[in-house]
């Protein structure tokens, strides 16, 4: 049985992502997919601590360096920073970086 994967941090409605993003995102949930089905763990699906990869706020820098940690062991761990990479998502922890790692990492310009 494959699993049903929604990536935690995704807070965007599939509609309102371009053809591109869209294939690019569901390229890594069915990589997520794979991993669950192996019987490993994704830890921001899986942590008790869940809430650190979106968390918001006041106290979001200190649960945001929880997720980064949090993503390290995670076996898709490439492949979601790759697409995080190429589709900056505004919020959250993705593929062990910040919102702020991404804005740093990602000049306007880059091609996907
Ligand atoms: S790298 Fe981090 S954000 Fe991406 S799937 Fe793994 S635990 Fe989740």
């Not at 192996?38 to 360096?65: N, Y």
């Amino acid at each position: 049985m494959t699993a049903t994967v929604q990536h935690r941090p995704n807070a965007h409605a599939p509609a309102a992502l371009t053809k591109d993003h869209a294939a690019a995102h569901n390229k890594l949930t069915a990589r997520l997919a794979e991993v669950l089905d192996a019987g490993e763990s994704i830890p921001c699906l899986d942590s008790p601590h869940a809430a650190d990869w979106i968390a918001d706020g006041r106290d979001a820098q200190d649960a945001h360096d929880r997720a980064v940690a949090g993503c390290r062991p995670c076996p898709a761990l490439t492949d979601c920073a790759l697409y995080a990479l190429a589709y900056p998502e505004p919020a959250g922890v993705w593929g062990a970086m910040t919102p702020t790692d991404r804005q740093t990492a990602h000049r306007p310009g880059d091609t996907p």
